[in-house]
């Protein structure tokens, strides 16, 4: 698939009515200022395709079994950026996207329809002030009407509208086509402000969800943290009270079972048992504790520091 630009200055080919033309539409994006090319070419691969650009007019010609020629001049003296010219294939469409440099006016329908060619006579020198008044009402009258086609007019406006059809490709499936994109595009359009309000509020929405997500799980937390301080003073309370009654082996498995080592080093310091705190401190790799355990146990034995 070539497509690449062609220089202003070097002539382009005429519109020539074989090979056949193929449907074609442009559509010109104002709000994103993109003009966009889509050419129907059945059975023809990309390897046969020659599009040309410029900032005015497109080129294109195939080569092979079906032979294609397409050359247009963009709508209303549209110009576009021909060196930044992209070119795809979907299906059997050929898609041309160029950016627009320069809008062209958008005519009207009264410049496309003839104009009356039998001007209006004034009344003859003269006549009454009466009779002026009279056919100077229904003058004005016809003057204020649009002007009617005759037949030969409009016959000549319907040749005009049917080579413009064929010259430009158009078709019922390619004006259909064009009309839904045109739909599609205005839908777009007024859909885009309402989808910007709608996701900046689901974003405001989620921050809030998340910030007091964040809140409750603080929350929870230190409540269970309070919880489970308050549930060990209870438990050391009651060691205290309870330890001299208590078979030491099996409150030490329970305690080492459960994990409780802070409760383990209570009670074994309520029974005065040292050595069992100097190897929980090993155990755990606390060695300062472990040396300030050594201490104390050396005093009690009278061994001084």
Same mark, same amino acid.
Request: contains cysteine.
């Given at each position: /698939?070539?497509?690449?630009?062609?220089?202003?200055?070097?002539? $382009?080919?005429?519109?020539?009515?074989?090979?056949?033309?193929?449907?074609?539409?442009?559509?010109?994006?104002?709000?994103?200022?993109? /003009?966009?090319?889509?050419?129907?070419? $059945?059975?023809?691969?990309?390897?046969?395709?020659?599009?040309?650009?410029?900032?005015?007019?497109?080129?294109?010609?195939?080569?092979?079994?079906?032979?294609?020629? &397409?050359?247009?001049?963009?709508?209303?003296?549209?110009?576009?950026?021909?060196?930044?010219?992209?070119?795809?294939?979907?299906? $059997?469409?050929?898609?041309?996207?160029?950016?627009?440099?320069?809008?062209?006016?958008?005519? !009207?329908?009264?410049?496309?329809?003839?104009? !009356?060619?039998?001007?209006?006579?004034?009344?003859?020198?003269?006549?009454?002030?009466?009779?002026?008044?009279?056919?100077? *009402?229904?003058?004005?009258?016809?003057?204020?009407?649009?002007?009617?086609?005759?037949?030969?007019?409009?016959?000549?406006?319907?040749?005009? /509208?049917?080579?413009?059809?064929?010259?430009?490709?158009?078709?019922?499936?390619?004006?259909?086509?064009?009309?839904?994109?045109?739909?599609?595009?205005?839908?777009?359009?007024?859909?885009?402000?309402?989808?910007?309000?709608?996701?900046?509020?689901?974003?405001?929405?989620?921050?809030?969800?998340?910030?007091?997500?964040?809140?409750?799980?603080?929350?929870?937390?230190?409540?269970?943290?309070?919880?489970?301080?308050?549930?060990?003073?209870?438990?050391?309370?009651?060691? !205290?009270?309870?330890?001299?009654?208590?078979?030491?082996?099996?409150?030490? *498995?329970?305690?080492?079972?459960?994990?409780?080592?802070?409760?383990?080093?209570?009670?074994?310091?309520?029974?005065?048992? $040292?050595?069992? &705190?100097?190897?929980?401190?090993?155990?755990?790799?606390?060695?300062?504790?472990?040396?300030?355990?050594?201490?104390? /146990?050396?005093?009690?034995?009278?061994?001084?520091?």
């Amino acid at each position: /698939l070539f497509c690449r630009s062609t220089p202003s200055h070097v002539p $382009h080919m005429p519109d020539e009515p074989s090979p056949a033309v193929p449907p074609a539409t442009i559509r010109v994006n104002r709000k994103r200022m993109l /003009l966009t090319i889509k050419v129907a070419l $059945h059975h023809v691969s990309p390897s046969q395709i020659e599009c040309n650009t410029s900032k005015t007019r497109i080129e294109l010609t195939t080569t092979g079994r079906r032979r294609f020629a &397409l050359s247009r001049r963009y709508p209303n003296g549209t110009e576009c950026d021909d060196a930044q010219t992209s070119a795809s294939m979907q299906g $059997h469409v050929l898609v041309v996207e160029m950016p627009i440099t320069k809008l062209g006016a958008i005519p !009207s329908l009264h410049a496309t329809l003839p104009t !009356s060619a039998a001007p209006f006579a004034p009344p003859a020198a003269g006549a009454s002030a009466k009779k002026k008044k009279k056919k100077e *009402a229904p003058a004005e009258a016809a003057a204020a009407k649009p002007a009617k086609l005759d037949r030969e007019g409009l016959i000549r406006l319907l040749e005009t /509208l049917h080579e413009e059809r064929i010259r430009y490709g158009i078709t019922a499936e390619t004006s259909v086509a064009g009309l839904a994109e045109a739909l599609g595009e205005e839908a777009e359009a007024a859909s885009e402000g309402s989808e910007e309000e709608t996701a900046e509020a689901g974003e405001e929405a989620a921050l809030v969800a998340a910030e007091a997500r964040r809140e409750a799980e603080a929350e929870a937390d230190a409540l269970a943290a309070a919880e489970e301080e308050a549930a060990a003073a209870e438990f050391r309370a009651f060691l !205290s009270e309870r330890h001299r009654r208590l078979s030491r082996p099996t409150t030490y *498995a329970l305690l080492e079972a459960a994990g409780r080592h802070a409760e383990l080093a209570h009670y074994a310091q309520l029974c005065g048992d $040292h050595e069992r &705190l100097l190897l929980l401190h090993l155990e755990r790799r606390q060695p300062a504790a472990a040396i300030a355990q050594l201490r104390s /146990l050396l005093e009690a034995a009278g061994g001084g520091g």
